[in-house]
């Protein structure tokens, strides 16, 4: 067995309320915590930004406190001011660091009188991180402007001052005025009748970390898909997108059967245009969710599965500080495939969960050691790298090995306590093991060692005896594949007819890194691969055809990685692209055009990755073509 860090146990016995130390964050919670946001905003559609005043409630821990430290990135604060019982207001002094590339400016604001609130009137950058404006050309119906916001990881402070750690939870109210026929909504419970009258109000009751707090504005239609849910969307995309989660109040009844009550009211979905960087934000009350998972078929709605499962892990149960990622997003992908698997059968959950687990398994290796740790050593990362493969798939494998060792009956029992126990609270890796030893591993001895959970949490790599699900659909793929690579079975004699979007993508993950070319030709006239509306499929294709050295992809390729900006299903193209030097020509083509569309955090992907393959060019000039 690995040797482990001792930080490992050292910490173990944390209070509820220990305080983790957030390295993406200059807040300082153990001097002064802020407990409630009140927000009034001004989105400015012609300028690219939103003029503001956040108004901030104050816990003060530390009787000696001299000061408040906020978040802040790319922020023009204008005044700063105490705000008395009587509303009467004082003037403070304040200082604005200069900008730390990662960490945005550090705002600390002089206020040795412990005032119950401040006040901070500011102005947001056209190039916010955390927010993309889009002109009325960038969107479907192409009449009004857009805006969103997406404040995970450490985004929030483009938008709005605060103290930008997940540790720190906070109720809010909110006052917005956009211009008219502008409907904007919030991480809050919304109001689908609100009158389209310039101005808006929200209330979020509960307390939330900043990475949840968010805003959208734009041309947007509404329309019920359940007693508690509707779908938010341009009107050009609302009736595909009702059908398309028409099961969402059968996903929220089949996720209260296992986890108990859904704690937050209505749960909205609001469709963004094909910028979003993601598949689905879980904002509290509005998920915010990628048009690239209406196919038609609702062969993608575990995305609302997921998101839907944040609800409790995450946004009820949260990671303390970035480094704890695999405690939101392990347990939300393992909630995510039993919801799948109670609304859509074990054969699609099997499905995913394998797509997952021979991808990880592909990859791991290839990440440095730290990487591979589902907790890790304190590393300098930014904390949009601290999200990985590894906190998804990994954590919920962990997860669904625990499942199997103590038996589903005993495990539902433990995490649903769990969810209980920590409900509003932002918990360490170290917290959530010391509340599962006592409460599965010791209660039930004999079925799992504390050393196999340690190697599990702690250590790189994957355990030896990870479970791995049976899929018959799956085996019968990989006989088919190796049969056509093979040259037994001919490309128009796969059974793909019946083969649904996972099972596409599993026969696509698993072909050679780089096919035969003659291949690729082959199964492209059989299937019509080039092109194909389905974002997930495409995706892969695009990948291995421009790997085998097939450019007739090319044009389609470029179209596909200019229409969609979610960083999951467009940076694997253009990592394709910038293999060869011709490549990585028309690679740098394609995204001089795309980038006024793309979002802040998708140009600074690329753009890294750029800069990453000149670099190994120039170290090493390529070698001639073999042709
Ligand atoms: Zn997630």
Redesign the pocket.
Known sequence: MRLLPALAFGTLLLPLAAYATDPNSYAQPDQVRVTHLDLDLKIDFPRKQIDGQATLKLDWKNPKAQSLVLDTRDLKIAKVEALAADGKTTPLTYALAPRDKVLGSKLTIAAPKHPAQVRIVYTTSPEASGLQWLTPAQTADKKLPFMFSQSESIHARSWVPLQDSPAIRFTYDARVTAPKDVRVVMSAINDAKHPLDGEFTFKQPHPIPSYLLAIGAGDLAVKETGPRSAVYAEPSVVDKAAHEFEDTEKLIAATEQLYGPYAWGRYDILVLPPSFPF????NPNMTFATPTVLVGDKSLVSLVA??L??SWS?NLVTMATWRDGWL??GF??YV?GRVTEALYGKGLADEENLLAIRSLEKNIGHMPENAQRLAPQPRNTDADDE?SDVS?DKGSWFLRTLEQKFGREHFDTWLKGYFNHFQWHSISTEQMLAYLKPNLIDKYPGKMSWDEVKEWVYGAGIPKDAPIPDSPRFDAIDKERAAFLAGTLAAGKLDAKTWNTQEWMYFLDRLPDRPALPKMHQLDAAWRLTGTPNAEIGMRWYVHAIAAGDKSVWPAAAEHMTRIGRLYLTMPVYKAFVQTPEGFAYAEKVYAKAKDGYHPLTQMAVERLFAKARAAQEQSPPKASKG
């Open positions: 598949g689905g934000m879980e997921h998101e499962a944040h995450g939101n997003e939300t992908t995510q999200l998804y």
